[in-house]
């Protein structure tokens, strides 16, 4: 969807602005392409694509071959051999508004990409990029003669279109600053208003697919464009061209919408989406071959987690990793491997904790806030939780004992912030409650605030993770040993996303994304720059992200807001710095901080992340990262699975 709000466009771009930076890419130093990515020769067509697009070459409905590849498409590398096409990859969703699978599964073709690791950005729609010595200008060079897939060539206006007619265009929400230049007809630049060398890693995410728009056929329904355009929003029942080109730009939904993807929608229902190959797609294999192998993905919409899982149980999901791949199903799925013809592979995650728990430090309540923004409230409040009883029994005994801090097989691992106040001892813990003004109880036992009254306090978690409902709701008995009186709400994901943004909240826990690559875009819990999920300080992020016109400063007179400001003026000079081993002493100086902070609590580290695959589906890698950033699985080339029979 093009029409972004304000909030959320402004959380976007500061807590995944940072993609260049992490690829090491100095100067003007050029990405070159990889042995893996060297152009292929042009193939005459003979046994080099689909039986399907085969016989539509021959009923004349469709180019030959050559016209449909560019002259040096991108070769793909099988994971283990070259395939055979044909098939129907089936897969399911949560739902029409669960599409982020789609994404991630099958529409992750941005202009540079993540490699398997999740550790350099390489080359994809585009070839290669330059970037200036400051990190204000990125020249990217795009691979000649690509096409959409309704036989449009693709060239640098259609980024100049998407980047400033779509992204930063007012009318769509958009506030993105960065302003796109075609330089001629296969290389555009990016100029930015400011340093960010943080930028490819951005790029390389899933975000980066918001710069690949068909300019051909979104602009005539741009106003800009098209003086007609709110008429024919009308004729469609919509009230202006803003809604028009929203509607027109959902990629799954909409079958008529362009793409680079290997496959593109042939249809879209309440009840599925089901996509078909893309006859343009610009990648072959090692031998030439057009990709992709399977011919139709059939993504089913299910209400339920739990009807996911009898699914996958019941061999009806090809592939999968993710909703059902949790530590308490994979006995069952393990049980039924045999009878469902399916493997696990490994997807460990990049998620650096099963819970965070923050207390909010800029809630409204005046005296809540001189609690929370006590440090020993937060550190006895950590020693009070009996971790391992937690992960033995909501983790199925997986993980260790873990502060919101990056993985340990991370480059960025930091064993204090990882280790600090994770020993489970209620008399330390009570002494430090004690010492942050928690002295004095009522009747009932429970501690009273510097008001003299009970001080209770509601932390929000998404109803739909019944995981993280059970790990908080061990955490608030214990709380409750140490006189602390802690209430959960379970509550809707869309509702606590709002209230959380809007400051509307006491206490706050979720998942602990950032413990690898994905720290550098996205390191919500070590400083609070993401104002939908930094949930200990939102509004400080707000203040942030807009230069200090919305939101609230942080307050320099106190500990955390004096840290917070620190922590900024390092993350801005992250973002200013071309060498890699620079950036990285600059973000050991913002993890310091974090650990002397102690912004929030942490529950454990996640392990044993896993995915399924069908006996039947080759070229899944026996390993990939889980991760939001990475785009879990789009890295491993998809397009590059086979069936067989």
């Known amino acids: ?102 994404d991630r599964t099958v529409g992750y073709q941005p202009l540079v990409r993540w490699d398997l690791e999740f550790t350099k950005v390489v080359p994809n729609v585009a070839e290669g990029f330059e970037v200036n010595s400051d990190a204000t200008a990125y020249v990217f060079h795009l691979r000649r003669g690509l096409r959409w897939s309704d036989g449009e060539p693709f060239t640098a206006d259609d980024i100049v279109f998407a980047q400033n007619d779509l992204l930063a265009n007012e009318e769509l929400g958009g506030t993105d600053p960065i302003r796109a230049e075609r330089i001629d007809e296969h290389t555009v630049r990016l100029v930015l208003p ?25 602009s005539t329904f741009h106003l800009k464009y098209n003086p007609e355009a709110n008429s024919l929003a009308a004729e469609e029942g919509l009230e202006d061209w803003v809604a028009l080109i929203g509607e027109k730009d959902e990629g799954w939904e909409n079958p008529e919408l362009p793409t680079l993807n290997p496959w593109v929608t042939a249809e879209s229902t309440q009840d599925r989406i089901v996509l078909e190959r893309n006859p343009y797609f610009w990648k072959v294999d090692q031998d030439g071959r057009q990709l992709p192998y399977i011919d ?54 990049t998620w650096m904790n099963t819970l965070m728990v923050a207390f909010n430090l800029t ?29 033995n029994a909501v983790y199925q005994r997986q993980g260790k004992p873990w502060q919101g801090a990056p993985r340990p097989e991370s480059s960025l691992y930091h064993e204090q912030l990882a280790a600090q106040y994770t020993e489970y001892d209620p008399e330390l813990a009570a002494r430090h409650l004690d010492r ?23 932390i929000l978690v998404k109803a739909e993770e019944p995981q993280m409902v059970s790990a908080l709701n061990f955490a608030k008995d214990y709380w409750s040993e140490v006189g602390v009186d802690i ?6 994901g869309g509702l606590k996303f709002t209230r959380v943004i809007s400051n509307q909240h006491e ?44 939101g609230m400063e942080p307050d320099a007179s106190t500990p955390a807001g004096t840290a917070a400001k620190q922590q900024f003026a390092l993350y801005d000079q992250i973002k200013r710095t071309p060498d890699e081993s620079a950036r990285r002493a600059l973000m050991k100086r913002i993890l310091d901080i974090a650990a002397e902070t102690f912004w929030a609590i942490g529950i454990s580290l996640p392990v044993g992340g896993y995915g399924i695959v069908k006996n039947n589906v080759h070229n899944v890698p026996d390993s990939m990262p889980d991760s939001f950033i990475y785009p879990t699985p789009g890295p491993t080339n998809p397009e590059q699975y086979f069936m067989t029979s």
């Open 1 to 102: 969807m093009v029409s972004l709000s304000r909030s959320t466009r402004r959380a976007f771009l500061v807590s995944t602005g940072t993609l260049l930076a992490a690829s090491g890419v100095t100067g003007c130093q050029m990405l070159d392409t990889r042995p893996s990515d060297r152009p292929a020769q042009r193939t005459d067509g003979a046994s080099k694509e689909a039986p399907v697009l085969a016989k539509r070459v021959k009923k004349g409905t469709l180019p030959h071959l050559r016209e449909r590849l560019p002259g040096s498409p991108l070769v793909v590398r099988t994971t283990e051999r070259p395939g055979v096409y044909g098939g129907t990859w089936n897969s399911a969703i949560l739902g029409p508004d669960d599409q982020t699978w789609l």
């Open 194 to 218: 400011k340093s960010n060398a943080l930028l490819i890693k951005e790029l390389a995410s899933s975000f980066g697919m918001r710069l690949i728009k068909p300019r051909h056929y979104l």
């Open 296 to 349: 139709r993905a059939v993504f089913t919409m299910i209400n339920s987690a739990e009807a996911m899982l009898l699914k996958a149980l019941h061999g009806d999901i090809d592939m999968q990793v993710r909703t059902f791949n949790t530590p308490s199903n994979k006995p069952v799925l393990a049980r039924e491997r045999e009878s469902g013809d399916y493997r696990f592979f490994d997807a460990p995650s």
């Open 363 to 391: 809630v409204e309540d005046p005296i809540k806030r001189q609690v929370f923004n006590n440090r020993d409230f937060r550190i006895g409040m950590s020693h009070a939780i009996d971790r391992q009883d937690i992960i």
């Open 436 to 458: 942050a003004g928690l002295n004095r109880r009522d009747g009932a036992g429970f501690r009273l605030g510097p008001d003299g009254q009970r001080l209770t306090a509601t």
């Open 487 to 492: 209430k959960v709400g379970s509550v809707d």
């Open 507 to 550: 206490g706050s826990a979720d998942s602990g994304d950032g413990g690898a690559e994905d720290a550098w875009l996205d390191p919500r819990w070590y400083l609070p720059v993401n104002e939908s999920a930094s949930a200990f300080a939102t509004p400080w992020a707000t203040w942030y992200l807009n230069g200090g016109n919305d």
